[in-house]
Every structure is written in structure tokens, then in C-alpha cells.
């Protein structure tokens, strides 16, 4: 009996060791992280503006780091191909059908597909470069309804002509935009607990519908409006070109109406939140640094002169403007968190990462890294003098449209919407702050959002600096500047 136990008491040592040695070779190193709570994880550590609590997070922990949120796991991390996917989006299920959209796609035939699509039939060089005479000629008469340029120039390039406010709720363009904005960014309960989506305790699913069915009925509108009209065109525009791709049946993915709709969409929020939010905090910058603005008009003048308005052709001449236009997008990045999923298990930094996982990347906090950026807080458009460094995806350090896969399809339109409405803007006004208020005084608080915004607008004073007063021009330039979200509070006679 007592060989018995003894060979049994062998028999556990041995395989208690063998195990605990296999363990230890086996062992995956996950990324370091914070302390979590159970079930929550790290979600109490998230505040309005989760960008700014990851990168204080990411100051003790590194900048691999390992966070879990509810029942999901995210890390904020660097990218690859592995990281194309996207994560479940419970507002995306209600506003973009199901995630059919190409911003929330997984990747996949479908994602790249769509991609592929809208950049050849919208987003190419030659399509931005086809619709220059829209976004100057058309300007000088724009519906003063529509108090968004980036809608009238979205709504005429996808949709083929302009909106009206009211064509599409009372709220307008603008609020219900901001509505999306602000819902698609809330942290949904639904999103870390699945089954908690069904019960709304936040209230979220039911104002996410109301959306869904304001912008559902204005997108079949669009649609029914270009089934009535085909035969009478003679060119297709985007909308056109998707019908065909549906009813042709050539698709080699499925593709109905509602994926239609759903591209629609994005193209639609994706402009109108962006742009504007981008020219607002880099006049917001050129307020609170009036050498700044100086210099800009400077060169303004010496490569425009007064006598006519900048026109998109001026652009590559104009040195400096590239450079506040980057610093902009850097210190104030408008897209300051891009979520992706990581499609295999995979090991990043020789840290292990779990297929599924959420994947963060936090291009704010790589925007004001001080081992990249000398004094990165500050808003000093010289420190590119002399760099090649540029905004397209290529230069880590500097990726306000992302990079890679999912980098922004749109990035060559957004960058002459910006450089131009800010260069318009500089060049026709002298700005200055109302009551008296120093530049110092200004404050740069942010509304976090699918586009990070100004939590205040911007109030600011005009005063015409042309020599040639044209009455077109002078209106023109009055609704530019209502455009990008500017309350005008006074304009100079
Ligand atoms: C200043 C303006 C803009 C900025 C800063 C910006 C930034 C970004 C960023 C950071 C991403 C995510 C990249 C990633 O996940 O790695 C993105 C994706 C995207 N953007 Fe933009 N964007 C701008 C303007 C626009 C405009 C005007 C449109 C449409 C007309 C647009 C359409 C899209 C779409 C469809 C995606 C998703 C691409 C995908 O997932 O495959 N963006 N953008």
C-alpha cells in the first residue's frame, strides 16, 4: 500500500513540474496594461474624451498597451495588415444597415470591393480634379439654406446635385450630422456587453433608429429620384453607376439597395464631419497665433496678390500654407482614434495579441509623442521647414488620415477642401477675436466625436482685406466662412 502512495505522490510531482515547465515555455507575453475591475475592466477609466485618458494610460504603461472593456479586449497598438478588419459597431448597425458601410466593413470581399469602387468612381485624382470648377464657380450662388459648404459640395458630388435642409428633416444637415457624430462616438454599453445593446439602458438604440429612419427616408428619396431620371441622362454619376452594379447582378458580392444606402451614408457623414471640423481648429490655431496668420496672408499676397481669390491651382505654390495645414491636422487631429480588429492571433513588439481583439490606434497620442515632437504641444507650423515629413500615410509619426488599408480613401479631397477653404479664408479677411479677448484667451476644448470638434464654436470678427470689392466675391466669402461652423458675429461694411 504505502508503494502504492508513494509511486501516486511521484507520479503528481512529476506531472505538476512538467506541466508548470510547459507553462513557462508556453507562456504568452501579453502587453502591459493597468489594473482593470472585474467585468468592466477598464472602462471607468474612460472619460469624454477617451483619446487624452489613453494617452496619459499609455504614458505609464508604453505605448503597446493592453486594456479590456467590458467583455472585449482593446489595445492600442501599431498597424498591420493582420489589424484591417473592424470591430463590431453597434450604432453601425442601425445607421449603416449592419455595418455594410465601407468605414465599419470587416474586411473582406465586400469592404475591398466598395473600396475599390468608390475610389475609382469618387474618390480618384481625376474625379476630385473633374469636380474643381464645382467647388469654385458654384460657390459665388450657394443655397444659404444649406449652412454647410462640405454638404453642398458632398451632396453634388455623390449625389449628383444639392439639397435642401429641409429635404432631409427640419433639424437640417448640419445638427443631425452632429447627432450621428456624437452617438456613433458614445461609449455603447452594447458594444463591450452584447446583450446589454437589446436592453438600451443608455437610450441610445432608440435615438440611433430615429437617425437611422430620418436619413433611411432621405436615402431612398435619392434613390427613387435617380431610378425616375436614368433614362433621361447623359452621364451617370455615383449613385447611377451603383444602381447599374445592382441591377446587373455582376456583382461577385452581394449587393442591394440597402448596401447602396449604406455607402451613401458614409460618404455623407464622413464629409460633412471632417473637413469643417479641420478648418475650424486650424483658424482656431491661426487666431491664438496672429504672427502666424500674418505670415500666411503674407504669402497670400506675394503668390495671389488682392486682386483675385486663391484658386486651387494656386495651392502647390503656396509653402507655408502646407505647413500650418499639417501642423493643424497635428496637433488637433480630427480622427483621433482608429479602431481596427486584428484578424489572426499575432505577435507585435513580441507581445502576444489574440485574433478578435480590438485594436486602437491612438493617432492623437502619436501627434504629441515628445521623443517624436520637440515641445508637441505647442502649434509651430516651422518645425516642417526643411521635412519631408508629409500627411499621406507614409510617415508614422504623422497620420491624420491613417495609413494603410483602411487609411482614409479620401484623403486627396479632403486636403484640398482644407488647404483651399483656408487659404479663401485667410486671404479675403483680417480676423480678429470679439470683446477683446487675447489669442492666449481662446480655448481649444474638445467635443470628442466620429470627427473631434470644437465644444464651443468659434466666434470671430472679419474685416474684408481685398482691394477689388466684387459683390459676388464679398457674398462668397460671408458664406465660406458661415460654412465651416464660424458664428460671425459682425461683418465689417
Ligand atoms: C480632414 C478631413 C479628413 C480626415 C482627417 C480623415 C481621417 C480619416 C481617418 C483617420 C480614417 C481612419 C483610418 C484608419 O482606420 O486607419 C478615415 C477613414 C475614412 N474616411 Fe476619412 N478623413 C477626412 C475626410 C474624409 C472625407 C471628405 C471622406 C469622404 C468623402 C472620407 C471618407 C472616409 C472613409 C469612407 C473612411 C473608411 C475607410 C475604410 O475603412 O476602408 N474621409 N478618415
Redesign the pocket.
Known sequence: MALIWATLVVFFVVYALYELLNNIQNRKRYPPGPKGLPIIGHLHLLGKNPHHDFQKLAKTHGPLMYVTLGLTQRRSSS?HMIFAS?PHNEAAQYLAYGQK?????KYGPY?RNM?KF?TQH??SNQKINSFESMRSLSSSHLSTKISSL?ADW?CL??FGKKYMDEDLDKRGFKALVNEVEHLAATPNLGDFFPFLGVIDLQGLTRRLKDLSKVFDEFLEKIIDEHVQSRDQKQSKDFVDTMLDIMQSGEAEFQFDRSHIKAILF??LI??MG??P??IEWILTELLRHPHVMKKLQKELEEVVGLERMVKESDLEKLKYLDMVVKEG?RLR???PL???EAMEDCVVNSFHIHKGSRII?N?YAIHRDPNIWPEPEKFLPERFVGSNIDIRGRDFQL?????????????Q???V??DLIVAQLVHCFDWELPNGMQPCELDVEEHFGL?TSRANPLMAIPTYRQKKQCLNLRRYNMELAEIVGLNLIRYVQ
Open positions: 498597424r473592424r458601410n465601407m468605414i465599419t466593413a469592404w473600396r468608390c469618387l474618390l462640405s458632398t458630388m455623390v458614409d460618404m464622413a464629409a471632417t473637413s471640423s479641420a491636422l487631429a480630427v480622427a482608429a479602431p481596427h490606434i493617432i497620420l491624420p488620415f491613417g495609413s494603410g488599408r483602411r487609411g482614409c480613401p479620401a484623403m479631397l479632403a486636403i477642401l482644407v470627427a
